[in-house]
């Protein structure tokens, strides 16, 4: 049941792009276009996911025993920015035409904050092994759902008078505000 | 770039190069921490220490650092001043280290640090590069206290904690909630573009 909420509230009510602002980047620039966007967010589901298995490992089993949690932020980005390095040349190998759909999309990751986002509120939470998997898997779905909605709004956008001035990021993020007003709605599914 | 002088590489950052209203950098924080002007501030001053400290560091070694590992470089010495103000914060400002919570760690992802580094700190002299963190950072702080100030001014009727509003004003709560943010950044921007096409049009 515990999980379950986890799972939930990853996804809907504390999504990382409405409720915690993290990967705001990816989120506006890569949403002009469904495809695009839901390749981006598959490969941010997947580097989440990952992320936080390794993340949790390092912190658990290396940086609380040894007393090095001065280290974490330190060791968290430079574990991340390798670890995207490794998937890409794994995928690459293993999977070409999985490769082919995440394209240019894998490099961008590492540079997004939800990824380093993830891996310090798991450990701020002090979240289990599964309660951290789940997190993971949530958030990047979470992800993947905010970017594709926001891309499927401004491919209609395209058709709209929208004024000079607000044209790009502005309407983006007043369209952003307006999704955050209703994932809102969410907060009653959880406690 | 070189031709610029002093005051000039210092006054882009406030707002011909202003790293959130124009070059869109370093959104996540400035939406997640701009509810009330005390946690704008915080961010501010702690991203200015690590700009700071990161630009005289990265560019006093540029000479050492060979060019294909130089992003890792700067993200080693971008992490240590995070940590740095990270154990700071805990240390003297528990209240607002609390409140700011996972974003003071998250400065390391800031894109107006790596950014810096890697467009300018990296090529250009210590002097320089310290003029120029200088401004990108007060161009930042400036943003955060004009948005954080809409924010709480709107959404609680208050002023770093002071009341600026009469007993006849509804505070709007939800702009210091995240739609708040979203809203009031995507216009402000719409403000920014519209002053600066007037502007130019004028000349």
Redesign the interface.
């Known amino acids: 049941m515990e999980l379950v909420a986890i799972f939930i509230s990853a996804i809907l009510v504390n999504n990382f792009v ?8 990816p989120f ?1 620039g890569v949403s002009k276009k469904i495809d695009s966007a839901l390749s981006m967010g598959l490969a941010v589901t997947f580097v989440m996911t990952i992320t936080s298995v390794v993340s949790w490992a390092i912190n658990n089993w290396i940086l609380i025993p040894y007393e090095l949690d ?5 060791s968290f ?2 574990v991340i ?1 390798s670890l995207v390095q490794l998937v890409e040349m794994f995928i690459r190998k293993m999977s070409p035409p999985l490769y082919q759909a995440l394209g240019i999309y894998l490099p961008l990751i590492t ?3 939800a990824i ?2 993830l891996a ?2 798991a450990a ?1 939470r002090e979240y289990g092994f599964a309660e951290a998997v789940v997190f993971g898997v949530g958030s990047g779905l979470g992800f993947t759902l905010a970017i594709v909605l926001m891309a499927g709004i401004r491919e209609q956008l395209d058709l709209a008078d929208v ?4 044209k790009g ?6 369209v ?3 999704m ?2 209703g994932f ?1 709605a969410f907060i009653g599914m959880i406690r | 770039m070189t031709t610029k002088s002093i005051v000039q590489e210092f006054t882009k950052g406030l707002w011909d190069e202003n790293p959130v209203f124009r070059q869109l950098l370093g959104l996540c924080p400035t939406l997640a921490v701009t509810g009330w002007v005390i946690n704008g501030l915080a961010m501010g001053l702690a991203t200015t220490f690590v700009l700071i400290f990161s630009s005289l560091v990265i560019s006093s070694i540029k000479k050492l650092i060979p060019s294909q590992v130089r992003i890792a470089t700067f993200i080693v010495v971008i992490a240590t001043f995070v940590t740095i103000a990270d154990l700071f914060l805990k240390a003297y400002f528990y209240q607002i280290s609390k409140a700011l919570g996972p974003y003071v760690p998250l400065i390391v992802v800031n894109c107006i640090i790596l950014g810096r580094q890697e467009a300018f700190s990296s090529k250009n002299s210590v002097g320089r590069s310290f003029i120029d963190a200088l401004g990108m950072s007060s161009g930042f702080i400036l943003a955060l206290l004009v948005l954080s100030s809409i924010r709480e001014i709107l959404g609680a009727g208050t002023f770093l904690g002071y009341k600026v509003m009469g007993p006849w004003f509804k505070p709007w709560i939800i702009m210091i909630l995240p739609p708040g943010a979203f809203l009031a950044l995507g216009i402000l921007l719409g403000i920014a573009l519209h002053i600066e096409s007037k502007t130019k049009s004028r000349k």
Do not use: D, S, W
């Open positions: 409405l409720y915690y602002f993290l990967g705001i980047c506006l001065y280290l974490k932020i330190v980005i430079l920015a540079t997004n904050c380093m986002g310090l509120l701020l004024p000079e001035p607000l990021a502005g309407i983006a993020l007043i952003a505000g307006i955050a007003l809102m």
